[in-house]
Each structure stands twice: as structure tokens, then as C-alpha cells.
């Protein structure tokens, strides 16, 4: 199974705030990342946070990090319907940059 | 401009053929990556080179085959070997492996369909 665990839908209005869970299993990873995939698109870099932070924010996104439950998620606030895409999470688990992906959490705004 | 590109967008393939999917970039990046993707399924690393005349295998090498003979480009062959080719195919570029370098950026990815 995966590593890293991730819900596969989640359904938001516009306006709302969406929030996208993470968990991982390898407590060494130094930086975890967040990418967005629109349909037939390649993966785009979101945000990452590195191991020793707690939070990082960059503009309408959020990103939380809970090292003793291993749990990572991403907050966008004000979801807009160009906010719908799979998200993935992302955690490095190697010295030479392997990244272990999640599934990817299908998110859809609705008007 | 900088960036990652591949080509060709969609590539057909028959039966028993070898195909070559290209990957360039010009980020000035060491190190490249192959990545498969099927539906509903996390990215799985394919092929992997940290720098040029050099590269590894991944998680799921068998029936594929790469060469990194220049910094900018990362060209992926599906075999005939390779029995359920159809997928999603991404390449990735980092500027280098640890000390913070290891951010990977993506290509806008090759689907790869079977005649």
C-alpha cells in the first residue's frame, strides 16, 4: 500500500475553506510537499514545508505539520472553481531527492 | 523562458515496438526523473539520474530503458518488454540532491496509449 495516505475526494463550495489531509510514515523526511495537477496537466509545485517548521503560509494557502502524528495538511482559504484538481502530497524520503506521492485528493468547487 | 519539455503530447504504440519519449529542460538542473502515473494512483518513479552519464532505476524499471548523455536532456524508451504501457508518463528536473535542493519540477507529461 502507500506510504503517504491521503483522502480521495472532497467536495467544497466557493468561497469556502478547503482543508486536504496528509499522513506519512517516514519521520526522517526532511520536506514535504504539496503539487496540483489540472486534468492533463503535469504536476505544479504548491508550497513544501520543511521538517522543523510547524506552518508555513503563502498567500490563500496554508500548510500545517504535525511531526509526532505525522500528519500534514493544506488549507486554501477562499476556494475558487480554478481551485479544482487533484492535489497531491509528497514526502522526501531519501538523500538524493525520492519523493513517495500520495494518491492525490480529487478536490471539486462547486458554485 | 525556462522550463521542462516533453514530447510528443500523446504517442501511439503497437505491439511489440519500442517507443522513446523525449524530456528537455533548460533550468540548469542536475538532476531528472521519469515518473509513470495511472489513473487514481500516486506518481511512481521509473528511472532516475543525478547528474550526466549516470543514472538509477527506480521502483518500476523493468521495461524501460533511459540515457542522460546530456545535462538537458532525459529520453525514456518504453520496451517491448514493458506489458501495460498505457499511462501517463512525467518528467521532473531538481537543481541538485541535498542541502535543500531537491524540489522537483514537472514536465506537462506524454500519454502513452497501446494500438
Known amino acids: 500500500g502507500e506510504d503517504v495516505e491521503q483522502s480521495l475526494f472532497l467536495s467544497v463550495r466557493e468561497g469556502d475553506s478547503s482543508v486536504i489531509n496528509c499522513t506519512y510514515t517516514?519521520?526522517?523526511?526532511?520536506?514535504l510537499y504539496w503539487y496540483k495537477q489540472e486534468p492533463g496537466a503535469g504536476l505544479q509545485l504548491l508550497t513544501y514545508i520543511f521538517s522543523n517548521m510547524d506552518m508555513k503560509q503563502d498567500q490563500r494557502l496554508t500548510v500545517l505539520l504535525n511531526k509526532k502524528d505525522k500528519h500534514l495538511s493544506l488549507r486554501i482559504a477562499d476556494t475558487q472553481t480554478g481551485d479544482s484538481a487533484i492535489y497531491f502530497c509528497a514526502e522526501l524520503t531519501d538523500s538524493w531527492g525520492k519523493l513517495q506521492f500520495g494518491a492525490g485528493t480529487q478536490v471539486v468547487v462547486t458554485p | 523562458d525556462g522550463g521542462i519539455t516533453q514530447s510528443p503530447k500523446y504517442l501511439f504504440r503497437k505491439e511489440g515496438q519500442n517507443v522513446t519519449l523525449s524530456c528537455e529542460q533548460n533550468?540548469?538542473?542536475?538532476?531528472m526523473y521519469w515518473y509513470r502515473q495511472d489513473p487514481g494512483q500516486g506518481l511512481r518513479l521509473i528511472y532516475y539520474?543525478?547528474?550526466?552519464?549516470?543514472?538509477q532505476k527506480g521502483d518500476i524499471a523493468e521495461g524501460y530503458s533511459v540515457s542522460r548523455e546530456k545535462k538537458e536532456s532525459f529520453p525514456l524508451t518504453v520496451t517491448s518488454a514493458q506489458k501495460n504501457p498505457t499511462a501517463f508518463y512525467l518528467c521532473?528536473?531538481?537543481?541538485?540532491?541535498?542541502?535543500?535542493?531537491?524540489?522537483?519540477?514537472f514536465g506537462p507529461g506524454t500519454r502513452l496509449l497501446v494500438l
Open positions: 521532473a528536473s531538481s537543481p541538485g540532491t541535498g542541502g535543500g535542493a531537491e524540489t522537483q519540477y
Open positions: 539520474s543525478q547528474i550526466v552519464n549516470d543514472f
Open positions: 533550468l540548469n538542473h542536475d538532476a
Open positions: 517516514d519521520s526522517s523526511s526532511t520536506y
